[in-house]
């Protein structure tokens, strides 16, 4: 990147679908490429049975509209950046990429005090980030096989939107009003370890909080503000025909397109029970000095899954599954200069977010395809 770029701004906002202005003007790579097909992950040879097809509703919905035509629900899959939902509607949804999808502002004005967040988008008055504005969320139904699949990008960000901590609430209005037999979070994060390599896969067995008193990184460190810091959350157990339903020929096509910093042809599924996603309260990622002291915590960190850990054990009927992919890998920093590995971790991230997310994508399908199409 020719100039330095906010990393929040970046990694939430960065729409590889239709790159906003001022990423073109940074210099980052992504946003340069011409070809929307070259920005977006290629389309994977899905079984005919359960290929996942668009649902569009006959009338938009208004966007105060709630998400009750959408109850009983066969599973709603949740993720959060602009690159993530991108990858979402191209492989689910396409022909309707997150431009076309509906936009979610139920009861908005409950949310408006809550969110204090400087960073957040649901604060961003830039033109371009308008959709996102006081928005919740976007979200989309799709079917796979027999299955009907409600796609949500979330507006709100745990770590981003300020102490009150409305992506809890919103969580709760989700599976409340849709009541799925399968909840799903997904998207991007850092790998943990010299073993998860760029693209690897996480099916987390548990997830669990990270916010440690670090200088200038102690958002919900206070246990006695925030008692859920440091707590874990086990997942469903996966089911075996998920496992085999992620095949080379579906996650190697779009592995193929993370070239650079990528050792493997086929990703890694890791889905073992100790196999745990950390979610931290800032944006951290693993580097070969162990800065932010994340190794032998779990394989990945995220910013969000374990939040929803927390809200699904209100909802113990419900299936649920964390799953991220790895956007960039453990960072060498042989000098220690912390703030060099984050250019080099935003440039991954930047680079091949999208594609990686091809492989998270897959294996949600395949945890839906095994529950409710077997």
Request: aromatic letters at 10%; charged letters at 20%; one cysteine or more.
């Amino acid at each position: 990147m020719a100039n330095k770029i906010d990393t929040t701004d970046l990694r939430l906002n960065f729409n590889p679908e239709q790159p906003q202005e001022r990423f073109k003007t940074a210099g980052v790579r992504a946003a340069l490429v011409a070809k929307a097909s070259d920005r977006l992950p290629s389309p994977v040879p899905w079984p005919a049975a359960s290929k996942p097809t668009p649902a569009p509703l006959k009338a938009a919905p208004a966007e105060t509209d709630d998400l009750t035509k959408f109850k009983g629900f066969d599973a709603v899959v949740v993720t959060y950046t602009s690159a993530e939902a991108a990858a979402l509607a191209t492989l689910f949804t396409p022909g309707y990429p997150t431009s076309a999808w509906y936009e979610y502002r139920h009861k908005i004005a409950t949310y408006i005090p809550l969110v204090t967040g400087g960073d957040a988008p649901f604060n961003d008055t830039k033109s371009d980030m308008a959709r996102y504005y006081h928005s919740l969320g976007l979200y989309f139904p799709c079917k796979i096989g027999k299955a009907k699949v409600l796609l949500f990008k979330s507006g709100l960000h745990l770590d981003h939107d300020g102490p009150a901590v409305p992506f809890q609430k919103l969580i709760n209005e989700l599976v409340q009003t849709i009541q799925p037999k399968i909840f799903i979070t997904t998207g991007t994060g850092g790998g943990i370890g010299t073993k998860i390599a760029l693209g690897d896969v996480v099916i987390a067995g548990l997830t669990k909080f990270y916010c440690p008193k670090l200088p200038g990184k102690e958002q919900f460190a206070d246990k006695t503000k925030y008692p859920w810091n440091a707590d874990s959350y086990k997942t469903t157990p996966v089911p075996a025909k998920t496992l085999t339903a992620i095949t080379p020929a579906l996650t190697s096509v779009n592995a193929a397109r993370i070239h650079e910093y990528n050792p493997r042809a086929v990703p890694k599924i890791w889905s073992a029970a100790t196999d745990a996603i950390v979610t931290t309260d800032f944006f951290a990622f693993d580097d070969s000095q162990d800065t932010y002291k994340l190794q032998g915590l779990g394989l990945a960190c995220d910013m969000g899954d374990a939040m929803v850990g927390n809200v699904m054990q209100g909802y113990l009927n419900t299936k649920w599954f964390a799953i991220r992919n790895a956007s960039d890998p453990q960072i060498p920093n042989p000098t220690n200069n912390i703030k060099t590995a984050g250019d080099l971790s935003d440039k991954i991230y930047s680079d091949y977010g999208v594609f990686t997310s091809a492989a998270s994508v897959i294996a949600s399908w395949a945890i839906i395809d095994a529950i409710i199409n077997t």
